[in-house]
């Protein structure tokens, strides 16, 4: 999970090769110009035939692997002169919105449960066939990830927080103690065993990127 960093690491993915696919319940508009280069879905409608999709090819890959008894999808890129698999990132902007269900409908309610069973599944079982999720969110609270999800998360990035917020993300006040106050594009990343890491962000300036 990696709060207020959806964008560049979407761009990042197009960059290396893989296939971006962005959820922006939020109707789009902050990403409209990406529409040349990656899905973009703005409804729970339409997102829930793609992770069904997605759930489909990564049993097909799954089985592919197992049958040719390679262990992970790069290892099975890695031989000359074959077929090969993308990977491909699900990118859920603003995570919050997605998974909230205050006010829902019964209807909205079970569309978010279906959404949460295809996402626990990619998380837990996506990352050997190369599906992998990337979800942002810019105010995290104790809701925002279902625990069946945060519980396959890998990796765990936040930005400049109070200390709240930095345990929310972190499980940790790192965030808190170690960002200098007033700081841009600075992370504090989670190695694991109380080991976190200060990076520095690139500057992404949207407006020189090529769309084309």
Same mark, same amino acid.
Not at 91 to 104: C, N, P, V, W, Y
């Given at each position: 999970?990696?709060?207020?960093?959806?964008?560049?690491?979407?761009?990042?993915?197009?960059?290396?090769?893989?296939?971006?696919?962005?959820?922006?319940?939020?109707?789009?508009?902050?990403?409209?110009?990406?529409?040349?280069?990656?899905?973009?879905?703005?409804?729970?409608?339409?997102?829930?035939?793609?992770?069904?999709?997605?759930?489909?090819?990564?049993?097909?890959?799954?089985?592919?692997?197992?049958?040719?008894?390679?262990?992970?999808?790069?290892?099975?890129?890695?031989?000359?002169?074959?077929?090969?698999?993308?990977?491909?990132?699900?990118?859920?902007?603003?995570?919050?919105?997605?998974?909230?269900?205050?006010?829902?409908?019964?209807?909205?309610?079970?569309?978010?449960?279906?959404?949460?069973?295809?996402?626990?599944?990619?998380?837990?079982?996506?990352?050997?066939?190369?599906?992998?999720? &990337?979800? /942002? +969110?810019?105010?995290? !609270?104790?809701?925002?990830?279902?625990? #069946?999800?945060?519980?396959? $998360? =890998?990796?765990? @990035?936040?930005?400049?927080?109070?200390?709240?917020?930095?345990?929310?993300? &972190?499980? /940790? +006040?790192?965030?808190? !103690?170690?960002?200098?106050?007033?700081? #841009?594009?600075?992370?504090? $990343? =989670?190695?694991? @065993?109380?080991?976190?890491?200060?990076?520095?962000?690139?500057?992404?300036?949207?407006?020189?990127?090529?769309?084309?």
């Amino acid at each position: 999970m990696i709060p207020g960093a959806s964008k560049p690491r979407s761009y990042q993915c197009i960059t290396w090769g893989a296939v971006p696919i962005i959820v922006d319940l939020k109707g789009g508009v902050g990403f409209s110009r990406w529409a040349k280069k990656c899905r973009v879905i703005t409804s729970i409608e339409d997102l829930l035939p793609v992770l069904e999709e997605l759930s489909e090819e990564m049993a097909h890959r799954e089985k592919v692997l197992a049958e040719r008894h390679y262990q992970d999808i790069d290892e099975y890129n890695a031989r000359p002169k074959a077929h090969r698999f993308d990977h491909i990132v699900l990118a859920i902007d603003e995570a919050a919105e997605l998974f909230d269900k205050t006010g829902a409908g019964k209807a909205h309610k079970a569309m978010i449960e279906q959404a949460e069973q295809y996402i626990t599944s990619i998380a837990r079982r996506g990352r050997a066939s190369g599906l992998h999720l &990337l979800l /942002s +969110t810019q105010r995290p !609270d104790s809701n925002t990830l279902p625990p #069946q999800i945060k519980a396959n $998360v =890998s990796f765990s @990035a936040c930005g400049m927080a109070n200390e709240v917020l930095s345990k929310i993300v &972190l499980d /940790s +006040t790192a965030a808190a !103690d170690l960002i200098p106050r007033g700081k #841009q594009g600075c992370f504090v $990343v =989670s190695q694991g @065993a109380d080991n976190y890491v200060v990076t520095q962000a690139y500057y992404f300036d949207e407006w020189r990127l090529d769309y084309d």
